[in-house]
């Protein structure tokens, strides 16, 4: 992923459309998934911290939230309330079973090579206790495989302009598109990106692979099963000991 596609692209095209309610159901299914665990929790990738703010201000993580984030704007504009550093999600900057839980949203762990997927989920696995959690959400691969096509345009309601194409390539599990964003005064932020997306089996034996164990897979926010009209895939993976 470049990381032209971050940063003021990202935030500006994005922020109108995470609303505060979208975000307190999120963060309650986090609270939910880490009720048990002990220990620190990272956000991997918190970007401007909107759950992690949340998280740590109050619940069953109150204090115990921590974010990682590589954008340096991200940084400077995030939400108060919670700690921060900043680092690569290929090398993260905890030591070794210092954590107990980690978390990412929009298939941030996915935004890279193969290979690097790879690195990511031990690095993770580094950093975690034994029987820690991570806990992410991306979209389902069989949605996208249906629908390989996609193409928006919308006014934003600072007055910029959103202009967005993708196509998906089920071959290759890998969404390639371009995003652009016409300011109010004309000027113009534009970033190609490529979001990986894998077939459920594919990815229970990449977990398996670093260190994980899947121990659930909800179709959305509500805990409910995977179906094939769900627009979620959210998974829980518990490190495995020994």
């Known amino acids: 992923m470049s990381d032209d596609f971050f940063g003021e692209l990202y935030l500006r095209s994005t922020l ?3 609303s505060e309610e979208v975000t307190a159901r999120e963060a309650e299914y986090l609270a939910r998934a880490f009720a048990s665990v002990d220990g620190p929790v990272v956000d991997l990738g918190c970007g401007h911290g909107r759950h992690a703010a949340r998280l740590n201000a109050e619940g069953a993580l109150a204090g115990r939230v921590v974010g990682l984030e590589r954008d340096p704007l991200s940084l400077r504009l995030r939400r108060p309330g919670f700690p921060v550093v900043r680092g690569d999600l290929r090398a993260l900057p905890f030591q070794a079973g210092s954590l107990g839980g980690a978390y990412a949203w929009y298939s941030t762990l996915f935004a890279f090579s193969d290979e690097e997927h790879v690195q990511v989920l031990r690095e993770v696995a580094r950093v975690l206790r034994p029987g820690g959690l991570l806990v992410f959400q991306t979209v389902p691969y069989e949605r996208l495989a249906r629908s390989p096509g996609a193409a928006f345009r919308e006014r934003l309601p600072d007055g910029s302009l959103l202009e967005e194409e993708s196509r998906f390539d ?7 598109g371009q995003r652009q964003l016409t300011l109010p ?5 534009r970033a190609a990106y490529a979001i990986r997306y894998y077939p459920l089996a594919e990815l229970r034996g990449l977990l398996e692979s670093t260190g994980f164990s899947m121990a659930w897979v909800h179709g959305g926010l509500d805990g409910g099963p995977m179906t094939p009209d769900s627009t979620d895939l959210i998974v829980g993976a518990g490190l495995r000991q020994g």
């Open 185 to 189: 005064e004309g000027r113009v932020l």
């Open 170 to 176: 089920a071959m290759r599990g890998r969404d390639v």
């Open 16 to 18: 109108p459309f995470l």
